[in-house]
């Protein structure tokens, strides 16, 4: 079964985050919330200082970008419960942003139609949080929807 991802958030760590769904062919990023443009989104995903160019093609076209050859929906909402998470068929949100990191706030997702929610930063009252190969083992998908990865300061160690 594919899971169906939305970014909210396309900064650094949602681009890395989209760049590390691409080689999994169980996931599939179907949309993006950021106010930046498609056309912005595209360049800046393509091209990237650290990890280099993106192999695939990437185009911005009017409020989609496609990654080679796929849609991905733009959105430009600043507010997360009025995203149309239920509508897009999203089953996971990686809030990206660094600003909704309150168990109440990223449960806006969950309002919006969400399934479950990993905040890339600390968090303030999530269900639990987990560190890959730390105590990954913790996790409970039947208890568990808003989920902290630490900081990406302790993942990328």
Excluded at 24 to 53: F, Q, S
Excluded at 100 to 121: C, E, M, N, P
Excluded at 126 to 133: A, E, I, K, N, R
Aim: glycine share 8%.
């Amino acid at each position: 079964m594919t899971v169906k991802i939305g970014i909210n958030g396309f900064g650094r760590i949602g681009r890395v985050f989209y760049r590390a769904a691409l080689k999994n062919p169980n996931i599939r990023v179907v949309a993006i919330n950021d106010l930046m443009n498609a056309d912005t989104m595209a360049h800046l995903l393509k091209y990237d200082t650290v990890h280099g160019t993106l192999a695939a093609e990437v185009v911005g076209h009017g409020d989609s970008i496609h990654v080679a050859g796929n849609p991905v929906v733009i959105r430009s909402v600043k507010e997360p419960d009025k995203i149309d998470w239920k509508g897009l068929g999203i089953d996971l949100v990686a809030e990206c942003t660094g600003l909704f990191t309150k168990r109440d706030d990223a449960a806006r997702h969950l309002a919006a139609g969400a399934r479950k929610v990993i905040i890339s930063a600390p968090a303030t009252n999530p269900d639990v949080t987990v560190v890959m190969g730390v105590n990954s083992d913790r996790y409970d998908p039947k208890q568990h929807h808003i989920v902290s990865n630490a900081s990406c300061t302790t993942n990328c160690l």
